[in-house]
């Protein structure tokens, strides 16, 4: 069955901190995964997406995932966390139907919380 | 450019009666999809209009439906509510191909009471 585990539900950590947040899937086929952010009252924005290629990518705010498909990880990470940061976040893969149409499979997301 | 918009962004309604939820893609764009994300369950994938054809669907019963007009806004309909379907929905849209990055709206509130 396809499905994304991220398995830290909340995590805490320092201003100016390094960050790493996990993310596992199960997809039978290559995966096109993606991470979102989702602030209060705001809607999701994608961070970052991994298709095909560099395993290592780069997306916005500072942000890059590596992708791991012997581990089948696509682990977030940011070399320094900014109070700004604080949110929700949420690891997704990308099924396709027998139509080639792509539709989100996501994880129950892990809450950031910075301290000051 | 404007970006998606949901309408209304909060409901209150009561078992048994139905809603009808409404999305306006980004101008240009021709898919529409529809999430429901709540504490328990999270993320889940509704039904992805493009076009105005259904071209995917979820695993959600038949009271959730959806349906897409020729300038891409669409609309979902849920019937019958139950306190269940409390939750937040949320629709995204992109240009429709595969690899396109999705667009999501705020969401709309929904309470069952």
């Known amino acids: 069955a396809q499905s994304v585990t991220q398995p830290d539900i909340h995590i805490t950590v320092s201003e100016g901190a390094s960050l790493e947040l996990r993310c596992n899937y199960s997809y039978g086929a290559t995966p096109y995964l993606f991470w979102y952010v989702q602030s209060p009252g705001q809607g999701l924005q994608l961070l970052l997406k991994y298709f095909s290629g560099d395993t290592l990518v780069q997306g916005i705010k500072g942000f890059e995932a590596e992708f791991k498909r012997s581990q089948s990880s696509f682990n977030l990470r940011k070399p320094s966390v900014h109070w700004s940061d604080a949110a929700e976040y949420f690891c997704a893969v990308g099924a396709l139907n027998a139509g080639n149409n792509r539709k989100l499979i996501w994880g129950l997301g892990t809450s950031l919380a910075v301290n000051p | 450019k404007a970006g998606v918009t949901q309408t209304p962004r909060y409901l209150i309604k009561t078992r048994g009666q139905q809603v009808t939820l409404s999305c306006s893609p980004i101008?240009?764009?021709?898919?529409v999809s529809w999430y429901q994300q709540t504490p328990g369950q999270g993320l889940q994938f509704l039904f992805e209009y493009f076009s105005e054809t259904q071209r995917n669907k979820g695993n959600f019963p038949g009271r959730f439906s959806g349906r897409q007009f020729s300038n891409s806004r669409s609309e979902m309909n849920v019937s019958t509510l139950e306190l269940g379907d409390s939750a937040l929905y949320l629709c995204?849209?992109?240009?429709?191909?595969?690899?396109?990055?999705?667009?999501f709206g705020p969401g709309t509130r929904l309470t069952v009471l």
């Open positions: 995204a849209s992109s240009f429709g191909g595969r690899e396109d990055e999705q667009f």
């Open positions: 101008s240009g764009h021709r898919s």
